[in-house]
């Protein structure tokens, strides 16, 4: 039986006692940062992807609208096929500088059919796209050297699905952009990529934090386009039907029921839902509380049919689901 001195001796923490338990702490971080680190290098080691699409010209552009719930956490999601991608899948900016805007404004200025938030950017005030930004053909953001890790998503003038890390591939056989003849390409977030070959790639050590995500993938055919976006709020405390969102490994392991490849885009506030020119998820720009709100971002994806000549925008040629510019 202890007596109370035995008691405060045993709970007592000295000042060496202090130190050890900091430096424990600071080991703990950088273990977990070495950990992420290797993790997204991993991912970061999947070869890059050619698709050819299969569709043609002549097939009309189609769009499958759902509002879902995964593990409790509402989701959009579309998948486009038919038609050519080249005359239906842009990346958008503002301007040169990759300002920022928001991805609605974005969505009406471009009479997009459908639309989500890009890539990451640098500041929360002055944008500036990370990593490759291809818009309309125009280098936006050259490819940074430095970057091995980093994987993108795009569409060339050929018709052909391009995604993965180009560095390694300009590196190794000493091409250029000009090369790829890139169209469109937005740089995706923290490694980049979900779903390789069918496969989730995602550990379940790295991304652990649940939060708003935002993905994009295609089909190992090239003939579906998916985007899917996953409501939340970064930083809240929440019990709701909304909650936090998800972590990587399970945004990976629900675009994997869709898409054969897939990389993951900006997430948390940022994470953006645009159906007929009106948001229809609840953003929550502000991270730490579930207010909702939409953030300005620095590059949107666009899903809008070249076809049909400008202010004819029309949800007619889309087999819709459901209507979900009707529901928050």
Not at 196 to 204: A, E, F, G, R
Not at 225 to 242: A, F, K, N, Y
Not at 303 to 328: A, F, H, V, Y
């Amino acid at each position: 039986k202890f007596s109370q001195n035995t008691q405060i001796k045993k709970i007592g923490i000295s000042s060496s006692s202090i130190s050890d338990i900091s430096m424990l702490l600071t080991l703990r971080r950088v273990v977990g940062l070495l950990v992420s680190f290797f993790a997204i290098n991993t991912r970061a080691q999947y070869g890059h992807i050619i698709i050819p699409s299969r569709s043609s010209l002549n097939e009309p552009m189609d769009i499958q609208t759902k509002k879902i719930q995964l593990q409790n956490h509402q989701a959009y999601l579309a998948t486009i096929t038919g038609s050519e991608p080249q005359s239906y899948f842009h990346v958008l900016v503002k301007d040169s500088e990759c300002s920022l805007e928001k991805t609605s404004s974005l969505s009406k200025k471009f009479q997009c059919e459908y639309a989500i938030n890009g890539g990451p950017f640098h500041s929360y005030t002055k944008g500036g796209c990370v990593g490759l930004t291809v818009s309309n053909h125009t280098v936006i953001q050259d490819l940074e050297t430095n970057d091995d890790g980093s994987v993108g998503f795009g569409i060339t003038d050929s018709n052909e699905w391009i995604l993965g890390n180009l560095n390694s591939i300009i590196h190794r056989d000493g091409a250029n952009l000009n090369h790829f003849n890139i169209q469109e390409f937005v740089t995706g977030l923290n490694g980049g990529w979900l779903v390789y070959n069918s496969t989730n790639v995602v550990s379940n050590r790295d991304g652990q934090d649940p939060a708003p995500r935002t993905a994009i993938g295609i089909d190992r055919e090239g003939k579906r386009l998916v985007l899917m976006q996953m409501d939340g709020c970064e930083h809240c405390v929440s019990r709701s039907i909304r909650g936090r969102g998800l972590t990587l490994q399970e945004m990976a392991e629900a675009m994997k029921g869709f898409a054969d490849y897939a990389i993951n885009l900006d997430g948390g506030g940022s994470s953006t839902s645009v159906c007929d020119e009106k948001v229809i998820n609840h953003p929550t720009c502000l991270d730490y509380i579930m207010r909702q709100c939409e953030r300005p971002v620095a590059s949107a994806i666009c899903i809008r049919d070249n076809s049909m000549p400008p202010g004819s925008i029309s949800t007619k040629s889309s087999s819709k689901e459901q209507d979900l510019s009707s529901q928050e």
